[in-house]
T-cell receptor, first 109, second 113 residues
Framework: GQNIDQPTEMTATEGAIVQINCTYQTSGFNGLFWYQQHAGEAPTFLSYNVLDGLEEKGRFSSFLSRSKGYSYLLLKELQMKDSASYLCAVKDSNYQLIWGAGTKLIIKP | DADVTQTPRNRITKTGKRIMLECSQTKGHDRMYWYRQDPGLGLRLIYYSFDVKDINKGEISDGYSVSRQAQAKFSLSLESAIPNQTALYFC????????????FGEGSRLTVL
């Protein structure tokens, strides 16, 4: 079967750095997405990786290793507004998105 | 105004009632999707449509039906609602010419009593 694993919850301090991991086992791979979702709101796009390596976008970076079935989202200079759930999703061989359950990130002052 | 609009945003109904959730988009995207989200679970795909005449079942289509009335409109129906269909429902769109990034509506919270 297909599976996406992410930690259920993480806690970090305002101003610090946090890394959210995502491991996947899917039938094929055609790209990996990270989305941010505030409680009760719609997910919003953060990043897309299709090749190995690091993609940087402001305070957020996403890394992919296809050989290891692994990705991480790195958030720097954490702000209180970064408190949200972070969803990892993989596009499989049929170009369907397989979603992880999400990681709830709690930011403390 | 939102590019992907869902109505209603909140609905409380009773077991056995027919419910329709509507989605419209102004992004000009060809692909549209319906997902449900339950606490502790990932987004689960109910139905998707790659074009006006194309309808495909997702992983949890039982108890649901859809209609793609136009490129911009995709509605989800629950013919006879049951309590375990209580969830947050999202419509999403994507452009087949792009990476597959999904653009979500604001969500419709459905409670079935």
């Amino acid at each position: 079967g297909q599976n996406i694993d992410q930690p259920t919850e993480m806690t970090a301090t305002e101003g610090a750095i946090v890394q959210i991991n995502c491991t996947y086992q899917t039938s094929g791979f055609n790209g990996l997405f990270w989305y941010q979702q505030h409680a009760g709101e719609a997910p919003t796009f953060l990043s897309y990786n299709v090749l190995d390596g690091l993609e940087e976008k402001g305070r957020f970076s996403s890394f992919l290793s296809r050989s290891k079935g692994y990705s991480y989202l790195l958030l720097k200079e954490l702000q209180m507004k970064d408190s949200a759930s972070y969803l990892c999703a993989v596009k499989d061989s049929n170009y369907q998105l397989i979603w992880g359950a999400g990681t709830k990130l709690i930011i403390k002052p | 105004d939102a590019d992907v609009t869902q109505t209603p945003r909140n609905r409380i109904t009773k077991t056995g009632k027919r419910i329709m959730l509507e989605c419209s988009q102004t992004k000009g995207h060809d692909r549209m999707y319906w997902y449900r989200q339950d606490p502790g679970l990932g987004l689960r795909l109910i139905y998707y449509s790659f074009d006006v005449k194309d309808i495909n079942k997702g992983e949890i289509s039982d108890g649901y039906s859809v209609s793609r009335q136009a490129q911009a409109k995709f509605s989800l129906s629950l013919e006879s609602a049951i309590p375990n269909q209580t969830a947050l429902y999202f419509c999403a769109t994507s452009d087949s010419r792009e990476t597959g990034e999904l653009f979500f509506g604001e969500g419709s919270r459905l409670t079935v009593l």
